[in-house]
């Protein structure tokens, strides 16, 4: 495990020293007054009130940025999906620390942050120090070094883990100078240390996390690990993916499908001819907690009406000519 990036635990306010350009490879230093500051419509990697500078960077934001940030929300929605609970996920909201005055004093916008189950923060930007944090920050560097100042801010605020992915394949980030691969950054006693496993997405790890940021489509190898760790969050939780409305409604009428089938299948081995009326009959049926009751009328019936009266509730008997 890697030397800590040293903060303190006491999270002291940025900046703790001048604002040095070179803390930020791959930008450039713009000056940008806070009058100015809410009509700035690019990204910024660092902006402090002292000297009214904005760091951004120097090549604009491209596909390089835009794609594994993009992804890892795709994923991470996959992930509360087999949670059975909402992740929010954000990617332009604005990290900022406010003086005593209620002035801001420092900016930072980082590619994506998530919170799995903090309150959720309201408004364009986030107060860092009345909070709630995110569970994770992610920084994508394809010309950039967040290692230099980014990550010691970060830890300044106490944010408990960050994600820095470096994207690949080459053609993906050419211009990069750093190896391909996503770090994870723990939080502990005040400084970061690497981590090859995530602290909040419990048991993702970091190859795997950069593996699916950087395929074409999900393999099967990123689809079991979603499922794990989404499995894996629901059972500490006490969910699953049926308490998902999206995947809950898809799994009910996957299941009802499959009873409806079993029911054709059940009739037609036994020679009763699937009428009009029973398919009429079985297009309704939705749940499946009467599933045992309905094989046993199918078992049990000589044709298709009497398998009628059977599952139709009392008083619903179906005419003579079904």
């Not at 930072?108 to 920050?137: C, E, I, K, N, S």
Request: aromatic share 6%; hydrophobic share 40%.
């Amino acid at each position: 495990m890697a030397e800590p990036l040293r903060g303190t635990p006491q999270r002291p306010r940025e900046p703790r020293r001048p604002l040095d350009p070179r803390d930020f490879p791959g930008c450039r230093a713009v000056h940008l007054p806070i009058k100015e500051l809410d009509d700035y419509e690019g990204r910024i990697e660092y902006w402090d009130a002292r000297t009214g500078t904005a760091m951004i960077l120097a090549e604009p934001a491209t596909l390089y940025h835009e794609v594994p940030s993009a992804g890892v929300v795709a994923l991470v929605e996959m992930i509360a999906q087999a949670r059975g609970s909402k992740i929010l996920a954000l990617g332009s909201a604005s990290l900022v620390q406010f003086g005593v005055e209620g002035e801001r004093e420092v900016l930072m916008q980082p590619d994506a942050m998530f919170f799995l189950d903090r309150p959720w923060p309201r408004g364009r930007t986030l107060d860092v120090h009345a909070g709630p944090l995110p569970d994770v920050v992610l920084e994508v560097d394809h010309t950039t070094d967040v290692r230099r100042r980014k990550l010691e801010v970060y830890a300044s605020w106490g944010f408990p883990e960050v994600w820095v992915e470096v994207p690949a394949p080459e053609w993906m980030a050419p211009r990069s100078s750093r190896r391909p691969g996503l770090t994870i950054y723990l939080l502990e006693g005040g400084g970061y240390v690497e981590s090859a496993v995530s602290r909040a997405f419990r048991g993702w790890r970091a190859a795997e996390i950069h593996r699916a940021l950087n395929e074409a489509t999900k393999s099967e190898e990123t689809v079991a690990a979603l499922r794990r760790v989404g499995r894996g969050l629901g059972r500490a939780a006490g969910t699953s993916p049926d308490d998902d409305p999206f995947l809950g409604a898809e799994r009910t009428e996957s299941r009802s499908e499959m009873l409806r089938e079993n029911l054709r299948q059940t009739l037609a081995a036994r020679n009763i001819r699937v009428t009009e009326a029973v398919e009429a009959w079985l297009s309704g049926v939705s749940s499946v907690e009467r599933s045992a009751q309905f094989l046993e009328a199918a078992i049990d019936s000589r044709d298709a009406a009497d398998f009628l009266r059977r599952v139709r509730p009392a008083g619903d008997a179906p005419s003579d000519d079904e």
